[in-house]
């Protein structure tokens, strides 16, 4: 049995990732190369950084070895439609000396695999974007927000710097002196923290710095707030604790009330010991004080064991989970 | 003294309107044309239609009488600063025959004056976007908001909208039956209440809607904010509330505690007795008990009204501007 080995692709905007390991555990191997969404990169580049990711990991690796493969990507279901899209994800795959099926999976599930075995629970990311979802047998279950910025992402990176923005804004429109937080915004959109005599000139300039960029740009000012809050800034503050509320509401949209399954927070954000992530347990643990909160892990290696729980040879997997994710 | 009269010009996006009126307040005429803001429709179109205006205001009046006139326009501190745009009004002036000189003032100051003559006050207006503004000495001194939809327009018919279709999103992830509001905001952007068998299905689409029109056009839904808000429906009532509270706060920017200078409401969201009105008169009236609240009215006749004041021979402002606006 330990001589069976399963792939798996965590595919994001601005890297991919690739690992290959035991049934029994060890990491044979690990990848990394561009960002590799079709969507965004198009099939082609999206295929040739698959290809590099797989060749990485799988070097000194027999492929005749791999028994199974998992993608996890965002927006599954469109590549999946897309015969182009799923044509080139087959030749890299193919490129890469693979014979064995692989399967695609939203990076949702993925973020909720690397934080726990347990079939039925919640993930929770937040990003750039922010998007809650309920997983049941491992699988993708009902979703809330995923909105996008125009209408959604509440609580998200972009949600926050576009708060600590208008924060600034109403700074100025009231005469106020900024604070650290919108000091530290203007400073970074206008390269100078300096107001104009008068105000209104900065209001303006500072709107126009800010769209003069795509608007998701905004979630470049999120790392200023997190910063702000680690120094106990009172507006930033503020600021993550309505995030996490936003991201908690969303949680409540499709989570049972009283459920004791576990929920996993994932993305930029809340991975680790962020304030967000502190704040966000704060909330989930007031609502669902009998969940388990989990923090999301390796991508690429919970892509891997996705992939070797579909092997009837696999007897274990949480005891697989446990080897692949060891407790700090 | 009557012999003299003023020409008012009220430049919007969607119509152009002038007034032409003498210092004894009579109506001599008016006029109306398409949109004339420089910035949005181009400063040549932007000219036909204030000649187009100006013209019918002075049918059968002899331009050599208009002393003074005055053009109010969004932006028009951009006017200004932009000589193509400044040479085409000129020319606009010229051929409607007209030899005395001509003031520019923001669509703010115009929509103040039309509400009241006292020269110190504040202006509140929301209309697809938002903005306050303080008046001293009948001239635009500090404005709150007005910072566009990404980043502001609180409380404006864009923000309506826009929470509107969140609300929309919020009942389909949480599976909840939409209520009435929410469910004419569906029909309206997909054609039908229908919600998919995988209601996130619905939501998908329902934010393809959307995104695939400017995000200003979220303003289009406002409306049906108000309609459902006249009938008692709850999350239209909370929405107009909410609303209320930001707009009564971007007052409160610029506004000094216990201010008894009037406050004018205007645009189409504040003109008359809407919803939003009644709310934002509530909170405002609860911040400064002794404001007097007052409705903007018809700009051409406003804009007029301030080219009256600069001639020396207007001896009693207030009572031209009574003459102008009668109290209903």
């Known amino acids: 049995m330990s001589d069976t080995v399963v792939v798996g692709l965590d595919v994001g905007g601005t890297s991919t990732r690739a690992a290959a390991v035991t049934l029994a555990g060890q990491r044979l191997g690990s990848g990394r190369a561009g960002g590799g969404n079709p969507t965004s990169h198009g099939a082609e580049r999206a295929a040739t950084e698959l290809r590099t990711a797989l060749r990485e990991a799988l070097a000194g690796v027999d492929p005749a070895r791999v028994a199974a493969g998992t993608i996890g990507l965002a927006g599954a279901a469109r590549l999946l439609a897309d015969p182009d899209g799923r044509a080139a994800f087959d030749r890299a795959w193919r490129d890469a000396g693979l014979r064995c099926p692989y399967a695609v999976h939203g990076d949702a599930l993925v973020a909720y695999a690397s934080g726990t075995p347990a079939p039925d629970g919640t993930v929770l990311i937040a990003g750039t974007g922010a998007?809650?979802?309920?997983?049941?047998?491992?699988?993708?279950?009902?979703?809330?927000?995923?909105?996008?910025w125009l209408l959604g992402d509440a609580g998200s990176g972009f949600w926050l710097g576009r708060e600590a923005v208008r924060r600034l804004l109403a700074d100025l429109d009231s005469a106020r002196p900024p604070g650290a937080l919108t000091t530290a915004v203007l400073a970074e959109l206008m390269g100078s923290a300096r107001i104009a005599p008068r105000a209104r000139d900065t209001v303006d300039a500072t709107i126009q710095a800010v769209t003069r960029r795509p608007p998701v740009e905004l979630a470049r000012l999120a790392p200023l707030v997190v910063t702000a809050a680690l120094d106990g800034e009172p507006v930033a503050?503020?600021?993550?604790?309505?995030?996490?509320?936003?991201?908690?509401?969303?949680?409540?949209?499709?989570?049972?009330?009283?459920?004791?399954?576990?929920?996993?927070?994932?993305?930029?954000?809340?991975?680790?010991?962020?304030?967000?992530?502190?704040?966000?347990?704060?909330?989930?643990?007031?609502?669902?004080?009998?969940?388990?909160?989990?923090?999301?892990g390796d991508g690429a290696a919970a892509a891997a064991w996705l992939a070797a729980r579909e092997l009837p040879e696999l007897t274990?997997?949480?005891?697989?989970?446990a080897r692949l994710f060891p407790t700090p």
């Open 316 to 321: 274990d997997p949480a005891a697989l989970h």
């Open 131 to 148: 998007i809650a979802a309920q997983v049941h047998d491992l699988r993708l279950d009902r979703v809330a927000d995923g909105h996008g």
């Open 237 to 296: 503050t503020t600021l993550i604790a309505e995030a996490a509320a936003h991201l908690a509401e969303s949680v409540d949209r499709i989570r049972p009330a009283g459920a004791r399954t576990p929920v996993v927070l994932g993305g930029g954000l809340l991975t680790g010991d962020t304030p967000l992530a502190a704040a966000v347990r704060t909330e989930v643990g007031r609502r669902w004080p009998d969940a388990p909160l989990r923090s999301a």
